[in-house]
T-cell receptor, first 115, second 111 residues
Framework: ETGVTQSPTHLIKTRGQQVTLRCSSQSGHNTVSWYQQALGQGPQFIFQYYREEENGRGNFPPRFSGLQFPNYSSELNVNALELDDSALYLC??????????????FGPGTRLTVL | GQNIDQPTEMTATEGAIVQINCTYQTSGFNGLFWYQQHAGEAPTFLSYNVLDGLEEKGRFSSFLSRSKGYSYLLLKELQMKDSASYLCAVRVSGGYNKLIFGAGTRLAVHP
C-alpha cells in the first residue's frame, strides 16, 4: 500500500509569485484535504476535495485554490504569495463515508518559504 | 467559534506516565483525534474517540467526555522516542472530513 506523497519537499518563492504544490493520495482513498501549518501551530484546514469537486473550505482567501484529478491526486495553488503564506503545507487523504468522514493519513508536507 | 486548547509544553521522565489534556468548543462534533508529530514530519494517527469513555491502544490511551468538551491522551512507559508534539483535533459535522486542530503540546522526555 502506497502512502501519501507530496512534492516538492521544500520551496522558496518571493512575494507576489504563484506556487503549485502536489499530492498523491493513498491508494483507494477518494478524498484529499489540504492544511496549512505555521511554525509552532496546529494545522489549519484550507479545503477538501471529493470526486474532483471542492466540498468544504476553511477560512482562506480565494487566491488559495485546488484541483483533484481522476486518479485522486491533487494540487494546491496559491496566487499572489504573501510573507505570511510561509508554512508547512500538508495533504491528507481519506475515504469519505456516508457517516461523514474517516481517519486522515497525512503526507510529509511541503515547506514553503516566501521571501 | 471553534476553539481547542491544550498545554503548550510538557516534560516527563523516561518510564513515567504523562497525561495531555485537551478541551474543545466547536460548532458540531463528529469525533476527536490525537496525532503525534515529530519535528519536520507529518502528523501520524494515534487514537480516535467518538463516544464517551476510554480507548486503549498499547502504551497509549485516550479518553473523551462530550458533555464536558474534554479529552486526554495518556502515554505510559514513556520512551525517548515519544518526544514529539501531540495534536488534538476535532472533526466537525458537515458531511466532510474537516479537522480543527489545537496548537499542539510539545512533550520532552528526559532520561
Amino acid at each position: 500500500e502506497t502512502g501519501v506523497t507530496q512534492s516538492p519537499t521544500h520551496l522558496i518563492k518571493t512575494r507576489g509569485q504563484q506556487v503549485t504544490l502536489r499530492c498523491s493520495s493513498q491508494s483507494g482513498h477518494n478524498t484529499v484535504s489540504w492544511y496549512q501549518q505555521a511554525l509552532g501551530q496546529g494545522p489549519q484546514f484550507i479545503f477538501q476535495y471529493y470526486r474532483e469537486e471542492e466540498n468544504g473550505r476553511g477560512n482562506f482567501p480565494p487566491r488559495f485554490s485546488g484541483l483533484q484529478f481522476p486518479n485522486y491526486s491533487s494540487e494546491l495553488n496559491v496566487n499572489a504569495l504573501e510573507l505570511d503564506d510561509s508554512a508547512l503545507y500538508l495533504c491528507a487523504s481519506s475515504i469519505l463515508q456516508a457517516s461523514g468522514g474517516n481517519e486522515q493519513f497525512f503526507g510529509p508536507g511541503t515547506r514553503l518559504t516566501v521571501l | 467559534g471553534q476553539n481547542i486548547d491544550q498545554p503548550t509544553e510538557m516534560t516527563a521522565t523516561e518510564g513515567a506516565i504523562v497525561q495531555i489534556n485537551c478541551t474543545y468548543q466547536t460548532s458540531g462534533f463528529n469525533g476527536l483525534f490525537w496525532y503525534q508529530q515529530h519535528a519536520g514530519e507529518a502528523p501520524t494517527f494515534l487514537s480516535y474517540n467518538v463516544l464517551d469513555g476510554l480507548e486503549e491502544k498499547g502504551r497509549f490511551s485516550s479518553f473523551l467526555s462530550r458533555s464536558k468538551g474534554y479529552s486526554y491522551l495518556l502515554l505510559k512507559e514513556l520512551q525517548m522516542k515519544d518526544s514529539a508534539s501531540y495534536l488534538c483535533a476535532v472533526r466537525v459535522s458537515g458531511g466532510y472530513n474537516k479537522l480543527i486542530f489545537g496548537a499542539g503540546t510539545r512533550l520532552a522526555v528526559h532520561p
